[in-house]
């Protein structure tokens, strides 16, 4: 268990405008949603000089950005699907990305089996990698013979194999890339707001002017005038406009993924196979510690208000391709840690295959309504700016703020003296948190132990997001701030005596309060992040 010193709690929260939490009632821009096309906009807004409110009614990277596939990837298959444009956004934005956010955005190399009689051909597959790094501006392709390629892909299926590729694309943590935006766009004087929630909209004849406000815990109602509201809702987005039966409607997309222990699922990179079933991609790849599965495609039913879980079709589908690929490791469901599933925003287009509608982007404006939906993660600063060249003749000229400027602050990564950290660790906290890094790393000196067991996670960094970012609930902490949640089994239920006695403080709740968050936190892995019950081992 961590001990803790004594501390002076009082500090600004991490997304408060001020200390006294009013809300402007007149703003450039009101945008609905604090995913990261919301947090994208706030921030291009703010550069570029307008009154910015976000307000997001859970909590930041609630939806689809806490739930991704976590890769900032260029879109491979998109190619194949003929969306070169896409294609090219995503792998210059990757670049990007990796540029400017090291330890936040890390390159990630992938390795892809050939098989004899399956998947495309060896020539197609490298005719596709070769425009993937043109685009790209790199040659990170490489072709390997069967016995180097099994020596950098251990364990998997040797019947077939006829060698294999490896290529180059990132991940991220998705959640603490929309958080790092929102700290940029606050910077610049944006107001972000979790747990506030859009009552209802305020119209001015027929056009929207505005919105009426409400805190999740039943505060009082503030109206904000806006000369634009931005619908940045993700999956939720239809909630929010009032939808003709002939317009343009959202599909909501379910993909599921499952987390195993590395030692369990080891992987020095990430691999990519095709599913012996249907022929669609399928990865793995290692990921804070843990090795990550993904992914599903599926049409989503269930109500937007209930959260996204895993289905035991899904578990099952996912689990086939492990045991093709990795056939000697003998995996079962009692192997995984924890599983988690997102909701794609992605727009009808009629395709009965989920897997073959378009990932791109759209923007509708409807009666002062921009929203701005669809899209991936790495593109995710283009769709800004895209929503805000849209709306250009209605907002007054603050500010041209311009496109070759850095998303993200520069911050000092060299590792202070005598840090007793490693220098790969100072890089994540230097990229997860800016500026932030160095008063984490003053943390430390208050804790016992310098990491949660069984994780990369700080105790220090659990003790800074307490103080600083906002959290409301302790899954917000645990599930989003950390992936403390999902590294750890049983959603780290063995860990949580000791982060009560780090956090309760900082937090400013009494006993009753914890005992009824960790409740609740518990509850919520149960049901979301732990699997079906048909699909446990002594189900």
């Not at 999956?235 to 987390?259: I, N, T």
Request: charged share 20%; hydrophobic share 40%.
């Amino acid at each position: 268990m961590p001990a803790i010193l004594e501390h002076d709690w009082q500090s600004q929260r991490f997304c408060s405008a001020s200390k006294d939490n009013s809300l402007p009632t007149e703003v450039d821009i009101l945008i609905a949603g604090g995913g990261i096309t919301g947090a994208g906009i706030a921030l291009e807004a703010a550069r570029a000089g307008y009154r910015v409110l976000l307000a997001e009614q859970k909590d930041f990277a609630w939806g689809s950005s806490s739930r991704s596939s976590k890769l900032v990837h260029g879109g491979l298959r998109y190619l194949k699907e003929g969306q070169w444009k896409l294609t090219r956004d995503s792998v210059r934005e990757r670049q990007r990305l990796m540029t400017e956010a090291p330890g936040l955005v890390q390159p990630q190399s992938f390795a892809f089996s050939h098989y004899r009689g399956k998947g495309p051909s060896r020539w197609l597959f490298a005719l596709g990698l070769a425009i993937y790094d043109k685009m790209a501006g790199s040659h990170a392709r490489h072709q390997y013979d069967q016995a180097e390629y099994q020596w950098l892909a251990p364990h998997i299926r040797a019947e077939g194999l006829d060698g294999g590729m490896c290529y180059l694309d990132a991940k991220t943590d998705d959640v603490r890339l929309v958080l790092r935006v929102l700290q940029e766009a606050r910077k610049l004087g944006a107001v972000c707001r979790n747990y506030l929630k859009v009552q209802h909209l305020i119209y001015d004849g027929d056009q929207v002017c505005g919105a009426a406000l409400c805190s999740a815990d039943g505060g009082k109602t503030v109206e904000v005038r806006a000369k634009i509201v931005i619908n940045a809702c993700g999956a939720w987005s239809d909630q929010l406009r009032k939808v003709h039966p002939d317009a343009q409607k959202l599909r909501p997309l379910r993909g599921s993924h499952l987390l195993f222990p590395a030692w369990r699922l080891p992987v020095a990179q990430a691999v990519s196979l095709m599913h012996p079933d249907d022929g669609r991609p399928v990865f793995l790849y290692p990921w804070e510690g843990v090795t990550l599965v993904g992914t599903t495609d599926l049409d989503h039913a269930a109500p937007a208000d209930q959260e996204p879980r895993i289905s035991q079709q899904e578990v099952d589908y996912l689990m086939c391709a492990l045991h093709w690929q990795f056939p000697s490791l003998a995996l079962t469901t009692a192997d995984v840690l924890s599983c988690y599933a997102g909701v794609r925003p992605v727009v009808d287009d009629g395709h009965a295959d989920p897997s073959q509608v378009s990932r791109d982007h759209v923007l509708w404006q409807e009666n002062g309504l921009l929203t701005v939906t669809g899209g991936k993660l790495t593109t995710f600063r283009l769709i800004a700016r895209e929503a805000l060249n849209s709306v250009s003749a209605i907002l007054p000229v603050a500010r041209n703020a311009q496109a070759e400027e850095t998303l993200f602050t520069q911050v000092a990564t060299l590792m202070p003296p005598n840090a007793g950290i490693a220098p790969d660790l100072w890089q994540r906290l230097c990229g997860y948190y800016g500026d932030a890094a160095q008063e984490i790393l003053t943390l430390t000196s208050l804790t016992a132990t310098l990491y949660v067991p069984g994780t990369q996670i700080l105790w220090a960094e659990m003790l800074w997001c307490a103080r600083h970012e906002s959290v409301r609930h302790l899954d917000d902490l645990l599930l989003r701030r950390t992936r403390y949640g999902l590294i750890l089994p049983q959603g780290g239920r063995d860990h949580l005596s000791a982060l009560r006695s780090l956090c309760q403080t900082a937090l400013g709740w009494d006993d009753q309060h914890w005992e009824q968050e960790e409740q609740r936190y518990l509850m919520i892995w149960q049901e979301v992040y732990q699997l079906p019950a048909a699909c446990l081992p002594d189900a």
